[in-house]
């Protein structure tokens, strides 16, 4: 494809699927990387939810890549077009790699509004149809450095039609092609990379058909979409990412959408996952909680071998919180629902807690500020709870991350994997 | 939840205490003054004993020579406050969505609590543990908190007055409920705060008749409790509340007596509450008036942009309003020229910052057409005026302070008002007449 610039280095492959290595050619100047597997930065058009960009920064090691959605931007194209210069000089980003997908991955479209011309997408004011000219219209006004093509990704439920599916596969080929007849045709987007969708909903074979299609295209990289519900159990949602995988080149990232916990993440990295989208550090602030996961991967592996769970290490805050209150290891089609890798700061328990959220956390609200402190800020509504948290979690979040790509270099990964693997039974309650 | 507000009356002090400051309102002082310093000497001597012991030194850096405008360096126990100076409102132990080294990066050195809302939730026991508010929320710099009284008669609407405290029903759970001066002293101790106000019997600024003159003399009586109250007065400064409503007379019989009384500082009472501006000005200047020179002066709850001006002019030093920081969230930011209503269709392609000229962490990154249509999507937007609005009552603040200094204030005055108004047909009454009383004319 004209102007492709990203490129993706690879420098190990574990077990022959989990990949670490380097996105690098990114951005306009295309000096910017992103190392894989990689987070990108969840935001709502532009900002991360709660922050602004002084209490943004307050976190280190922030990946180089913005994503903003199409479902928040829409409604704002014509203000965009006047603009003229983009979207990421519009919002007061400088210096960050734009990413533009269609769906806010926080949220679960409703089902029944794509037609085989349009997709719809929901703002503040509403349900909004996209053509792909429009579509494309909007691409030409964000100038994002890459954007998601356009797609029928309806088919999340478990129980959707084989004939739905294979439509949905169908009609996101089409408007691939459209839209990458467009972007060739279009000045504005050179340089601009594209990445097709593969859908398929459950069914392997739509599966395997819609990778080996999109494979064909000229694409930088490849969106896995529809497997965000949680409806699917991991063991099919493993299986069917793996058959996918299998039909795409070695050579181009794979973005896993909608998938954000931390085992869910574990699992997709051993099926061939290169990227994800940081939508989770979100949902948990928005429901009053902080990540306490421990990641922590520098234990030797005999120690590793008797304790479960190294990376994904449950504490004993936890432990008492899965007890207490409903909670669910397993996948659940509510994402508002807490998992385990946090504590609930609203729970009455923390009023008098004077540690920090996670001990030994460098974040801004660890250094600063309690348990206790928190809770008084939730039960009081105040609008600090959600600045605090979500710097929180975005620090732990991506320092998962971090961690995530330190054991894959290390090669501990594997041994804490199958260890996490074996025991997977006990991160439930 | 409401623990410290179910305990009856006096609770620090014994019965014999009690019974003390009914029969000599000096003797609490002097007695305060004995204990603080441990010394045998005369009343006279005690008094000024007292001054030296409170934690809390104003110099006096200019006095406009025109106006009653002075520019002050007030030390408190956690840093200096250069006066006059704008104190933002973090009712909660937070300051609306701002975090503390955001407020601290836009220079604010004192900022304010509210004992109501912190005696509820967490409640001071817990404020106590966590080593007071500054601890609490982390707060480096100064914190004054007001007595809990005001909040109880605005915000509760079953609340009744006797002699021994406010007396009013939970919004949590209807029971009943009292604040003395005592317990309010007692729930501010615990919070550690640098200035504490003492508990005043307020009365709506628009009430007339004997309730404002009974309401005048029990906040004196109220004082007195107070200062006998105070289990820190070498780390806690007290302020007395000027009172006497609207009435010339009643207000200079309170300040009378409330300026015997050797406080580390005064506070202007009672006003602001939706009197007509040429009655609020008038009590004002007749309270610097008779303030003394060397103690603070905290006018409560003004806000507005003009007000503050012209009130520095009448010679107030410290202020304090919710007002920048509420209507930020409502996307009402803060101008030169007044207010900009950012959610207006108008902003949604300006592509200009709110102020061109502002230097606030908004303003340097953002545009009205970027606020505009982030308050759709994000909480974050909010805090992005906030930070904007603070920024201009602290930037407002320290301009004026500076031509104080530079001898230069009554031109800063007529630049400020020419930039706030369209033309000078639009100035308000009241503040010409205000600043005329200071000699300060408006073209």
Redesign the interface.
């Known amino acids: 494809m004209a102007g492709s610039r990203m490129k993706l280095e690879l420098c190990r492959v574990a077990q022959g699927r989990s990949r670490l290595g380097v996105l690098t050619g990114l951005g306009r100047t295309s000096q910017q990387s992103l190392d894989v597997p990689g987070c990108l930065l969840y935001t709502?058009?532009?900002?991360?939810?709660?922050?602004?960009?002084?209490?943004l920064h307050?976190v280190s090691n922030l990946p180089a890549v913005t994503q903003v959605t199409l479902s928040?931007i829409a409604?704002?194209q014509?203000?965009l077009e006047?603009?003229k210069d983009g979207f990421r000089k519009?919002?007061?980003l400088h210096d960050t790699v734009l990413y533009c997908s269609l769906h806010d991955p926080a949220v679960l479209c409703p089902t029944g509004y794509t037609t085989n011309k349009t997709v719809s997408v929901w703002?503040?004011?509403g349900r909004m149809e996209l053509t792909v000219a429009k579509f494309m219209a909007l691409q030409k006004t964000v100038q994002p450095d890459w954007y998601q093509s356009m797609a029928d990704g309806e088919t999340w439920q478990s129980n959707t039609s084989r004939k739905r599916v294979r439509k949905s596969v169908d009609r996101t080929l089409t408007h691939l092609d459209e839209c990458l007849l467009v972007h060739q045709n279009s000045q504005e987007l050179e340089g601009v990379e594209v990445f097709g969708v593969v859908e398929g909903g459950d069914i392997l074979e739509e599966r395997v058909r819609s990778a080996r299609e999109t494979a064909k295209r000229p694409v930088a990289g490849f969106c896995l979409d529809g497997f965000q519900s949680g409806s699917m159990d991991q063991a099919l949602k493993t299986q069917l990412i793996s058959a996918v995988i299998k039909e795409l080149p070695e050579d181009k990232p794979r973005l896993l959408q909608g998938v954000g916990r931390p085992d869910e993440v574990l699992a997709c990295v051993e099926a061939g996952v290169d990227l994800f989208e940081g939508f989770f550090p979100f949902q948990v602030t928005e429901r009053g909680c902080a990540l306490c996961f421990d990641f922590d991967v520098s234990l030797d592996p005999e120690r590793a071998g008797r304790a479960p769970h190294a990376v994904l290490k449950l504490n004993d805050d936890q432990k008492d919180t899965v007890g207490e209150t409903q909670q669910n290891g397993d996948p659940c089609l509510d994402q508002t629902q807490m998992t385990s890798f946090e504590i609930n700061l609203n729970d009455k328990r923390y009023?008098?807690d004077?540690r920090p959220l996670v001990e030994g956390c460098g974040c801004?609200c660890c250094k600063?500020?309690?348990r206790?402190?928190l809770?008084?800020?939730l039960?009081?509504n105040?609008?600090?709870a959600?600045?605090?948290l979500m710097i929180h979690n975005t620090a732990h979040y991506h320092g998962f991350f971090g961690a995530l790509r330190e054991a894959l270099a290390s090669e501990k990964l594997d041994v804490l994997k199958r260890q996490e693997a074996g025991e997977s039974a006990s991160l439930s309650p | 939840m409401v623990k410290w507000l179910n305990v009856d009356w006096p609770t620090r002090l014994s019965t014999a205490a009690a019974s003390r400051y009914a029969q000599n309102n000096m003797a609490a002082v002097v007695e305060r003054g004995t204990v603080a310093n441990n010394t045998q000497v005369d009343q006279m001597s005690l008094k000024k004993a007292v001054s030296a012991a409170s934690p809390l030194t104003l110099r006096i850096v200019a006095e406009c020579s025109v106006t009653k405008a002075r520019a002050c360096d007030l030390i408190l126990p956690h840093s200096a406050v250069s006066t006059p100076v704008f104190m933002p409102v973090g009712t909660q132990g937070t300051l609306k969505g701002i975090t503390v080294d955001q407020l601290e990066g836009l220079g604010c050195q004192i900022c304010l609590g509210n004992t109501y809302h912190l005696g509820m939730r967490p409640g001071p026991e817990l404020i106590t543990k966590a080593n007071g508010l500054h601890g609490f929320m982390n707060w480096k710099n100064n914190l004054l908190t007001d007595s809990g009284g005001f909040q109880m008669v605005s915000l509760v609407e079953l609340s009744e007055v006797t002699e021994e405290g406010v007396k009013f029903k939970s919004p949590y759970d209807g029971k009943e409920i009292h604040l003395s001066p005592e317990k309010s002293i007692s729930i501010q101790n615990s919070l550690g705060s640098d200035i504490m106000m003492q508990l005043d019997d307020v009365v709506s600024s628009t009430v007339t008749g004997p309730r404002v003159e009974e309401a005048m003399h029990r906040s004196i009586r109220w004082l007195d409790r107070c200062i006998a109250a105070n289990g820190n007065p070498d780390k806690q400064n007290l302020f007395a509340i000027i009172q006497g409503g609207l009435n010339a007379e009643l207000r200079k019989a309170c300040l009378d007596e409330m300026t015997k009384r050797d406080v580390p500082g005064f506070a202007i009472g009672g006003l602001s509450g939706g009197e007509e501006k040429d009655d609020f000005w008038r009590m004002v200047t007749l309270s610097t008036d008779h303030l003394p020179r060397e103690k603070p002066r905290y006018l409560m709850g003004v806000g507005y942009a003009v007000d503050l001006v012209v009130c520095v002019a009448l010679g107030c030093d410290m202020f304090d309003c919710v007002f920048p920081t509420r209507t930020a969230r409502f996307g009402s930011a803060l101008v030169p020229w007044g207010s900009l209503q950012v959610k207006h269709k108008q902003y949604a392609k300006d592509f200009r910052p709110i102020d061109p000229d502002c230097q606030c962490p908004t303003c340097k990154r953002h545009s009205r057409a970027y606020l505009h249509a982030l308050f759709k999507t994000d909480t974050a937007a909010m805090h992005h005026i906030t930070i904007h609005n603070v920024a201009y009552q602290l930037t407002l603040m320290r301009s004026v302070r500076q031509s104080i200094i530079e001898g230069r204030f009554p031109e800063f005055i007529r630049t400020f008002m020419k930039r706030m108004f369209e033309s000078p047909d639009q100035y308000p009454r009241w503040a010409v007449d205000a600043l005329a009383s200071v000699h300060v004319t408006l073209e």
């Open positions: 709502h058009f532009g900002t991360v939810p709660h922050l602004t960009q002084d209490t307050t928040h409604e704002h014509e203000v006047e603009f519009f919002a007061g703002g503040s004011g009023h008098d004077f801004y600063n500020h309690q206790a402190y809770h008084h800020l039960v009081t105040e609008l600090l959600g600045v605090l």
